[in-house]
């Protein structure tokens, strides 16, 4: 997992869904589905599929500690009292670790959140018979609510597993409102009205010395992340989904061509004097510069925009008015057209190791309207959002959360999980860092930066 994740956990109708009964090795038990806008204690119409489950008791594993843990746990309060089961709740900082430990030595947790595509992958490998398939109403659930590349990334082998939990969005722009308004300038909605944008910004305020973009890629021994994030957004926009999984497999080459376009693209921003780094100092300055303080010049008017997750807004100085009218805020990284919307992200995924009634319900539970709003309305600080489209926004307390559901919960749109998170660790969280750093720091071609990372894939 990037050091950076570990910033972002810091951080309607109600309908019948008909579901499929559980598979021949489970009792004759219906699997529960629900939608609408959550239940209110007492109100237990949308949990009636679920049945009985008095005295059954399901436990959960993740990789989430106190006091993180304690709005996931009042979110089960109301599949607790409309079902009659009771959820024990169980984080570890060695989750990644220990997992795997438990699944060896016939100690499976019932559900487990697992942080990354790449980890269900390796369990599914290694613990083909301790890991179950998806439940029917959690496969129904996802179908629903979730655009198709989330089932994707919970899928091994052509069976799914995992159903995603929560979710945070990177396909955003930083800027200042107020700075915009003052210029006339209005928000991109295209990647071509974005870099029309940045001329335009050049051409009002470069002889003052007041630049487009302002950046940093600093991150301790994890330097060089942020500089991967922009490659994927731009993989994402200019070669599509496609190609984008395949990049991650190393079925297309870090040194192809469609590749070597995104960061040509990336380069045009990152490497052009003209552009960056505003507030800060040349090219060279945005891999010296941490990336926690990589936007803060919009605050002081020497740069207009800074690309990062949504998770960043953490990490504006105490006081400051993150929202749409307010000191600072966020516009959707734009495709290259209006209608092409992919969104960069990650998020967690719900996956089963026993075949019970009860841990089936749950199951589908979690990957329900009803858990998704009853979460948010037990995270009152925000900070949290998920891709379920039926997540009421309303539930939500932050400006920004409510932005990047609006993007998650488009179900057309494609999301791609953070490529360097699925890739080798040598790779993902070992060259691809590098070498973007050695592009930025020592401006090494974007030809010798390619052809090194794939030459480190194993």
């Known amino acids: 997992m990037k050091r950076h994740h570990v910033v972002a956990i810091a951080s309607s109708v109600t309908l019948a869904l008909s579901l499929a009964a559980c598979g021949s090795d489970t009792p004759e038990k219906p699997e529960g589905s629900g939608t609408g806008t959550g239940t209110a204690s007492g109100d237990c119409a949308a949990y009636e599929s679920y049945g009985d489950l008095s005295g059954k008791t399901v436990t959960v594993y993740t990789s989430i500690v106190a006091p993180e843990d304690q709005p996931h ?24 670790t220990q997992l795997q430990v438990r699944l060896k030595a016939g100690n499976a947790p019932d559900i487990a959140y697992i942080p990354q595509p790449g980890l269900l992958k390796t369990i599914v490998g290694q613990f083909p018979d301790s890991i179950v398939e998806a439940s029917a109403g959690t496969s129904a659930n996802v179908d629903k609510y979730y655009a198709a590349s989330w089932k994707g990334y919970g899928t091994v082998d052509g069976k799914f597993y995992a159903a995603p939990l929560g979710a945070n969005v990177k396909s955003f722009v930083w800027y200042s409102p107020s700075m915009f308004a003052d210029n006339g300038y209005e928000i991109p909605k295209t990647y071509d009205e974005l870099i029309a944008l940045s001329d335009k910004i050049v051409a009002d305020h470069g002889a003052e010395g007041i630049k487009p973009w302002c950046a940093g890629i600093g991150s301790g021994e994890a330097t060089g992340w942020p500089a991967t994030d922009w490659l994927e957004d731009l993989v994402l926009r200019e070669a599509g989904i496609d190609v984008y999984n395949k990049w991650i497999t190393n079925e297309v080459k870090f040194n192809d061509p469609q590749i070597a376009a995104a960061l040509g693209k990336v380069g045009a921003i990152l ?68 209608d092409s919307r992919p969104v960069l992200g990650g998020g967690e995924f719900v996956a089963a190791f026993a075949d019970r009634p009860e841990v089936a319900a749950f199951q589908a539970y979690l990957s329900s309207p009803e858990w998704a709003n009853a979460k948010a309305k037990a995270t009152p600080a925000g900070g949290w959002v998920s891709a379920n489209s039926g997540l009421d926004p309303e539930n939500l307390v932050s400006p920004i959360d409510k932005l990047s559901f609006s993007l998650l919960s488009d179900t057309s749109q494609d999301f791609g999980f953070d490529a360097s998170d699925l890739m080798p660790g040598n790779v993902g969280a070992g060259s691809f860092w590098t070498e973007m750093t050695s592009w930025i720091a020592e401006n090494k071609s974007d030809t010798q930066v390619l052809d090194a990372i794939q030459a480190s894939w194993k």
């Not at 009659?84 to 989750?95: L, V």
């Open 73 to 96: 746990i009042d979110s089960y309060k109301p599949f607790e009292e409309c079902t009659g089961a009771s959820i024990k709740y169980e984080g570890s900082k060695e989750f990644e």
């Open 271 to 338: 490497k052009n004097d003209k552009y960056v780094n505003g507030g800060i100092g040349d090219v060279k300055s945005i891999a010296t510069t941490e990336f926690q303080d990589g936007g803060l010049p919009i605050l002081d008017g020497n740069c207009f925009m800074h690309r990062q997750a949504s998770f960043y807004a953490a990490n504006w100085p105490e006081g400051t008015d993150v929202s749409e009218e307010g000191d600072v805020f966020a516009f959707y990284f734009p495709g290259m057209t209006a």
